[in-house]
Structures are given as C-alpha cells and as structure tokens.
C-alpha cells in the first residue's frame, strides 16, 4: 500500500508509529493547495485563486513536498511542470477532495443542512437549442432529486478530462468515437448524431446540386475552428479530410460568434472557400439544432455533405465515481432528452442496464 493509499485524517494528537507518519500528516489543505497550483500553472494565479498570500502557499507546497519525500514541482523559465511523482499525487488529491466533497454534502443532506451538489458543464459553443433543453431537464430532474447543481460553462476535450481530473461532475460535449472509448471512471449516453451545415459560394458548382463531395471541400480553403472551441470535433474531421488531401488544413474563423460575417468573409476572398460550422443538425433528419438560417448569406449557398462522413454524437458524459443517486439523475436526464433530440437506435447507451441493477 502506497502512501496516498493509505491517506487518512486524523487529530494532531494522535500517536502514530513512524512508517505512518508521512500520510497522516498531509492535510485537505495541502492537497487543496496543490490542485490550486497544478491548475492555474504559477505561484501568483494560484494564490489570487485560492486568496491567500504567495509566500503562504509556497511555504506550504514546500511542506507537502518535504512530507512526500521528493519534488513535486519543477520551476521552469515557461512556468511550472509536474514531475512523475506530481502527477500521480495530483491525480490522487483530485480524488480524495472530490470524494470528501461529496461525503460532505451527504452527510449535510442527512442532517437537513444541505443538498447534494453537481457540477455541470456546458461547453458554450454547442447548438442553442440543445443547450437550452438539456439545461432545462437537468434543472427539472436536480429540483425533483432535491439536488444543487454549479453550471460551468467551459470546453470540453475528447476525453472530457474535465470530469476525468474531477474538476467538473458531469457534460454535455460531443463524442467522435464510441462511449466505450472514454477513459475510466467516466459513463456517457449518447443523445443523437449531429453533423454540420457547409455553406459554398452560390457560383460554385456543389451549390447547383445542393450536395459536395469530400474531395471537393477538401480542395477549397475551409473555415473552421478554432481548434480551442471543441477540439475534439476539429481533430476528428482534420483527420478525415487529411486522409483525401495530407496537406488539408482549417482557416480559423474571423468572427466566432457570428455566421453572416463569416459567409460574408468567405465570400469576400481571392479564392472559393467554404464555411464548416460546428455539429449542428442531426444525422437523417431535416431538424437544424443551430441557428436559423441568415436573412443575408452573401452569396453563399447551404449544400449537404455526400455520405455524411463529419460526424459527431451528442452524449451527456459523467464520473462512474458520482454517488448512485446522482448517476441515476443522469442517466433519467439524459434518456429523456435523448428520445427528444434524435429519436432512433443511436440514442441509448449500452451501459444503461448497469445503472437499472
């Protein structure tokens, strides 16, 4: 058993033998500390964040390390990086504050002082639509299981390492592969198939037949991205175009927030360039889940995508390690908002069973 394994709390009082010692002697503070540090990646965000002083915190990583019995940290010129035993530590702490965050809130829910909490996050690029009815049923289920929930609207990765790291609960992001291949604890239920719209010059000659093919829109300059709004999504679809074309590569959007000025922008260029939008109408049917359609397209037509090959599966993702109740709030969520959005064989997740035992 390893140090972190056998991580308890106990009263200053209390007489330990000396192999004990080390981990009894760290602190939720510590470990509190540390997470600070890792994530905000200097001594000065992590001690605005957590409000306290920088010596104090430095003082205390000091401690942790000296209690550890090896370098946690290495201050570099860019910043600090974790050492080995830093991840492994790091890996754990988000364990161990998340577990006692949860026991908390249980054992304030059983003595009447409190509700059990969820944080939720909600990448703030996703289609209005789908935000909106997810945070809706969400809202509906938490105040029926007499449950807090924290929104955080942030991006989400593939990996949705977010809520693998313990620094989010629960999300609604986009899968580009199968739920089995999320990495452990996390659980997902996949809520339909989405794709984007592509928009094209009115002149060129996909517009006239409504539909483009691969080849074709990888020959074209692309607009898409950025990467940093759902890079999950943009790897995916860089790779498949990159298997038509290797030196196919995403033009950053100038307008993010706004589609009219991107079409208005593509339209504009020396060369023909298209416009990718993020997913946003489901896979076989007409439903759009985006925007609607700009009044001013700028001479640019919508055309579908032959055969469908950019795709992407909506899914509500979790912690495997969230208390049962809240896994079934989940799960009860995301089925009933699954049958909404996309109803069809794609919409359940094979784990559901394991949550009906």
């Known amino acids: 058993m390893t140090a972190l394994d056998a991580l308890t709390l106990t009263s200053s009082s209390t007489v330990l033998p000396p192999a004990q010692w080390v981990a009894q002697s760290i602190e939720l503070r510590h470990l509190r500390y540390f997470v600070a540090l890792a994530d905000a990646g200097s001594f000065t965000h992590a001690a605005q964040q957590i409000f306290i002083a920088q010596p104090t915190l430095s003082q205390q990583i000091r401690r942790l390390e000296e209690i550890v019995g090896t370098p ?7 910043g600090l990086r974790l050492t080995a035993a830093g991840h492994v530590l790091l890996d754990a702490s988000r364990h161990v504050l998340a ?4 026991e908390v809130s249980r054992t304030r829910q059983a003595a009447g002082l409190g509700r059990q909490r969820l944080r939720m996050a909600i990448p703030p690029h996703l289609p209005e639509s789908m935000a909106v009815a997810a945070a809706a049923r969400l809202r509906a289920a938490a105040v029926a299981a007499e449950v807090d929930v924290v929104w955080l609207e942030t991006t989400l990765d593939a990996e949705f390492s977010l809520i693998g790291t313990r620094r989010a609960d629960a999300g609604l992001g986009w899968l580009t ?13 996949v809520l339909g198939e989405f794709e984007p719209e592509v928009w094209v010059p009115s002149t060129h000659d996909a517009a006239g037949r409504g539909v483009i093919s691969l080849e074709e829109l990888a020959s ?25 074309d290797p030196r196919f590569g995403f033009t950053d959007p100038p307008f993010r927030s706004s589609l009219p000025m991107t079409l208005a922008f593509a339209a504009a260029g020396n060369r023909s360039a298209a416009v990718l939008t993020g997913p946003s109408a489901a896979v076989g049917g007409p439903a759009r889940l985006d925007r609607s359609r700009p009044e001013d397209v700028c001479g640019m037509a919508q055309v579908d995508l032959q055969q469908h090959p950019l795709t992407a599966s909506a899914a509500l993702v979790w912690s495997g390690e969230l208390p049962r109740p809240l896994q079934q709030m989940l799960f009860d969520a995301a089925e009933s908002l699954g049958q ?3 109803p069809g064989p794609n919409t359940r997740l094979t784990a559901a069973a394991r949550l009906d035992t």
Request: proline share 10%.
């Open 220 to 244: 074209m300059d692309v607009i898409h991205g950025p990467r940093r709004a759902d890079p999950g999504t943009y790897d995916a679809w860089t790779r498949v175009l990159q298997a038509v």
């Open 177 to 189: 592969a199968g739920p089995e291949t999320l990495p452990a604890p996390l659980d997902a239920m």
């Open 99 to 102: 577990l006692v965050d949860h």
């Open 72 to 78: 946690l940290l290495q201050r570099r010129r860019e």
């Open 340 to 342: 909404a959005a996309a």
